[in-house]
C-alpha cells in the first residue's frame, strides 16, 4: 500500500504521485513517514526532503510549511520547494554571494533577518544541488582509453 504524496506551494504543483516513504524536516526533528502512519499534522523547517519511490530516492529542499499525514496520504503545504536535481547551482551560488553582501550592509535588523533567511536558503540549495551532481557523476559509467 503505497502513500499518495502531494507536495504544494503557492505557485505550483510539485508533486504528485504515490511514494513508499517520506522524510521530512521538522520543528521537531526530521521524521520518518510510511504507509499506515499514525495521523498528524506538524510545522516543517527548511532542510531535506527526501522521497523513497521502488528504492530511488529523490530529494528536495524545502523552506518550511506544514505537514498532514494521514495512513494513505501525505499533502505537504510548502513555503517553497525545489527538487535538488533541477537547481541551478550557479544562481545558487550568486543568490549567496547576494545575500553575504546585504548582511554586511545590512541598515535594520528586519533587513539582517531576510538577508539570514537567504543565505540559508542558498546555501541549502548549494548543498543539495551539489550533492545530485556528485550522484550524477558518480552513476555515469567512465570510458577507459
Not at 42 to 57: H, Y
Amino acid at each position: 500500500m503505497p502513500l499518495h504524496l502531494e507536495i504544494v506551494t503557492a505557485e505550483r504543483l510539485v508533486l504528485s504521485d504515490d511514494v513508499d516513504q517520506v522524510n521530512a524536516p521538522t520543528k521537531d526533528g526530521r521524521v520518518g513517514i510510511l504507509p499506515r502512519h499514525m495521523p498528524l499534522i506538524t510545522v516543517l523547517t527548511e532542510g531535506e526532503l527526501s522521497i523513497i519511490k521502488n528504492g530511488v530516492r529523490t530529494e528536495y529542499v524545502l523552506f518550511g510549511g506544514f505537514m498532514e499525514v494521514l495512513p494513505d496520504r501525505v499533502t505537504i503545504l510548502a513555503d517553497s520547494c525545489d527538487r535538488a536535481d533541477e537547481i541551478d547551482l550557479n544562481r545558487a551560488e550568486e543568490a549567496r554571494q547576494r545575500a553575504e553582501s546585504r548582511i554586511s550592509q545590512r541598515q535594520s535588523e528586519q533587513e539582517l533577518i531576510h538577508a539570514e533567511a537567504e543565505l540559508r536558503r542558498a546555501m541549502l540549495q548549494i548543498k543539495a544541488a551539489q550533492a545530485s551532481h556528485a550522484k550524477k557523476r558518480a552513476a555515469t559509467p567512465h570510458h577507459v582509453d
